[in-house]
């Protein structure tokens, strides 16, 4: 089992900027891939970015290209995601999630995920 926690998400004026953080832990050396998803109230969880574990190469939803920035230490077992520019449409709920076999942008590829981090973004 892989645990994961993140942190980071507070309240933040429009073109504010932001870090979140996910601690792994646990049997991280299963982990493929990493990727981060966010859920606004009424709506669905959506892909926001991804990081494979190994290479750290990273891939974005096109909504955040340019703006968000994924990556991971593995020393430490934590990827990051730093989010430049917010915007009010960014206010979600933000979770990041582990999959032991691939990346994917769909969240049903993951088995592993924290309890999420809130991050509001003012106008």
């Known amino acids: 089992q892989v645990q994961l926690v993140e942190s980071g998400g507070e309240l933040v004026q429009a073109g504010g900027s932001l870090r979140l953080s996910c601690a792994a832990s646990?049997?991280?050396?299963?982990?493929?891939?990493m990727g981060w998803f966010r859920q606004a109230p009424g709506k669905e969880r959506e892909f926001v970015a991804g990081v494979n574990w190994s290479t750290g190469s990273t891939y974005y939803a096109d909504s955040v290209k340019g703006r968000f920035t994924a990556s991971r230490d593995n020393a430490k077992n934590t990827v990051y995601q730093q989010m430049n520019s917010l915007k009010p449409e960014d206010t979600a709920v933000y979770y990041c999630?582990?999959?032991?076999?691939?990346?994917?942008?769909?969240?049903?590829?993951?088995?592993?995920w924290g309890q999420g981090t809130q991050v509001t973004v003012s106008s």
């Open positions: 646990g049997r991280t050396f299963g982990i493929a891939a």
């Open positions: 999630a582990g999959s032991a076999r691939y990346y994917s942008r769909s969240a049903g590829a993951y088995e592993y």
